[in-house]
């Protein structure tokens, strides 16, 4: 035998092993219909990869005034009514404010490691400044982290999950560079109070959204409807905030406490309609950077804003009538010190979204929509979960991940990711089962086929709870929690089992005799391992006799 028979031969007895298997698992039925794409891939993640559960504050705490907590920005969104779906409010939530040690106990019957949940700014400091630290609420992480620490579960926690103080809101929140000194005192408060026993912090859950949802459209707290002009103000600050507490973090704690500090964004994959239309590429890819570059640019790239971002803000503001773009720019020396503020990328992945150019609009009023001048829908044919947004597509996160990974070359924890199911008891979540094992899943083959470096996935989440604008009216968690009942009764949903048996796994053991419980759709394509055996074999018995 030469080389290249042996390298056939090597790799026909590779494929087995680390091939894709011979049914897919899951079938996404879209326009695509590559069973290639969907097919399942068995087997494990890198050791010592993080398997997590998340939360928020005002989504499961409640206890919103007890023992000396300041109203935040949610609160008063919620009570004032009309903005959340029945006028549903945060007061109660899953009342883990009290329920804590039950929670942990869930975590751990679970068998998680890690655990994500955020810290609640005016629980802490009620007016959002240092004049007034509430021991009372430094109490209450205290108890919950040692908790899971006598658990054996590690905390990562999120310093910002969108409950500013109201105190800073009615000096203008976000929109104030004051701000930034207020977020620096809150996250040094939290590094020396907490920091000796938290390996991971995250600066801010989601910017976009803040922005976008909080200071665009008006949808979530603080309501502001300022698109176009506002929003780029606070994104501004939103970095600044983030670059200052991990240079405080970097230059006083990092030593001592040995932790890293990185940021989450959210963002649905865009892929561009018709992959070999360059305008459809262009349009996929000036989606993503407003949505991740906007942040992700100044962060781990050079400090700055993307190129594109920068030159469509200024012509647009130009033409409608602006002496200067409505995109704040950094100084040379805000640049420098943006750039390489985080330790790692936190990624919140639900769902995916096409991409087409859409005609360029400089028209008033100014927006981010216009700026960005991207259409973008999704496939009928995509599964819809309990929540109108969410579809169904295993393979965006996959894509992704590659993406984020060719701009910026950082590792990755997967920091949030779920399904919803609308307000039912049920606790066969089939859907979720199914959405979790395909998702993770397709992280298994952005890390074994694609090489990119994800080191920790999180479900969203541990618990139904208070959804934003939705109230509760949509249900993300694996323990259904009994809203109506004062004590908040939870139920481990079917799901729990599922996620449990994959942490157990740290992957996906194949067993022989059982047939896959959950399927979207029976293959009918034949099967990939078995067409890549029979072509090998075929292959090299020609090489032999072709070489004989
Ligand atoms: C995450 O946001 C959040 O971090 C988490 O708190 C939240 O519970 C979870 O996801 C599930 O939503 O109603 O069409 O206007 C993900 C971003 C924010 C995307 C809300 C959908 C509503 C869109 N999500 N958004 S819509």
Redesign the pocket.
């Known amino acids: 035998m030469d080389l290249l028979q042996m390298t056939l031969v090597f790799s026909c007895l590779l494929i087995p092993v680390i091939g894709l298997d011979e049914e897919p698992e899951f079938v996404y039925p879209d326009r695509f219909n590559d069973p290639e794409r969907d097919a399942f891939l068995y087997g494990t993640f890198p050791e010592g990869f993080i398997w997590s559960s ?1 939360t ?1 504050s005002y ?1 499961i705490e409640g206890a919103w005034n007890e023992d000396g907590k300041g109203e935040s920005i949610w609160d008063r969104f919620s009570q004032e009514g009309g903005n959340v779906e029945n006028n549903d409010t945060g007061d109660v939530a899953c009342d883990s404010y009290h329920k804590y040690k039950e929670d942990v106990a869930l975590m751990k019957a679970m068998g998680l490691k890690y655990y994500r949940f955020s810290i609640s700014w005016p629980r802490v400091l009620p007016d959002g400044t240092l004049n007034n630290v509430n021991e009372a609420g430094i109490a209450y992480y205290n108890n919950l982290i040692d908790e899971l620490r006598l658990n054996d579960i590690t905390p990562m926690v999120t310093l910002y ?2 409950d500013l103080p109201q105190a800073l809101q009615d000096v203008g929140g976000w929109a104030n560079e004051t701000i930034i000194d207020h977020y620096n005192d809150y996250a040094e408060l939290c590094y020396q109070r907490f920091g000796s026993r938290v390996p991971f912090w995250i600066t801010f ?2 910017p976009w ?1 803040v922005t976008l ?1 909080g200071h665009g ?1 008006g ?2 707290a603080p309501g502001i409807s300022e698109d176009g002009t506002t929003i780029y103000v606070v994104a501004h600050n939103i970095i600044k905030s983030h670059a200052r507490a991990w240079h405080t973090y970097n230059d006083t704690y990092r030593q001592l406490q040995n932790g890293q500090v990185g940021i ?1 964004m ?1 963002s ?1 994959h865009v892929e561009p309609y018709d992959s070999t239309n360059q305008d459809h590429i262009d349009a996929a890819d000036r989606c993503l950077q407003f949505h991740f570059g906007w942040w992700a640019n100044p962060i781990f790239k050079n400090g700055d804003y993307p190129e594109v971002m920068k030159t469509s803000i200024a012509s647009k503001s130009a033409a409608q009538g602006f002496t200067k773009s409505r995109l704040p720019e950094f100084t040379e020396e805000e640049k420098e010190y943006n750039r390489g503020t985080a330790d790692f990328f936190g990624l ?1 992945q ?2 995916t979204l096409y991409a087409n150019n859409t005609p360029d609009d400089e028209s008033n009023p100014p927006g981010y929509l216009k700026d960005r001048n991207v259409l973008t829908f999704v496939d009928e044919d995509w599964e819809t979960a309990g ?4 579809k169904i597509v295993p393979w965006g996160i996959r894509n992704i991940l590659k993406w984020i990974d060719s701009q910026y070359h950082v590792p990755i924890y997967v920091t ?1 990711n ?1 399904v ?1 199911t609308h307000d039912v008891y049920e606790l066969d979540d089939v859907i979720r089962q199914k959405y979790y094992r395909a998702y993770i899943n397709e992280v298994l083959k952005a890390i074994k086929l694609d090489g990119v470096d994800v080191r920790g996935y999180t479900a ?2 541990l618990l139904d ?6 109230g509760y009216s ?1 249900r ?1 968690g694996m323990h259904y929690v009994d809203f109506n009942d004062p004590e908040r009764p939870r139920t481990a949903k079917e799901s729990v089992n599922v996620y449990s048996k994959i942490i157990a796994d740290n992957g996906f053991i194949k067993e022989v005799s059982t047939t896959p419980a959950t399927q979207y759709t029976t293959a009918s394509a034949p099967s990939i391992n078995i067409l890549s055996h029979i072509t090998c074999i075929c292959f090299c018995i020609l090489s032999n006799v072709w070489t004989q």
Do not use: K, P, R
């Not at 929540?387 to 969410?390: G, I, M, Q």
């Not at 709870?465 to 939705?470: D, L």
């Open positions: 998340a928020s989504q999950h969108w859950n989601e959204i949802l459209v949808y979530f989450t959210n649905d919140n639900y769902t929540s109108s947004w969410l949030e779920g919803s969203w989440s709870n208070f959804e934003w604008a939705s949509e993300f």
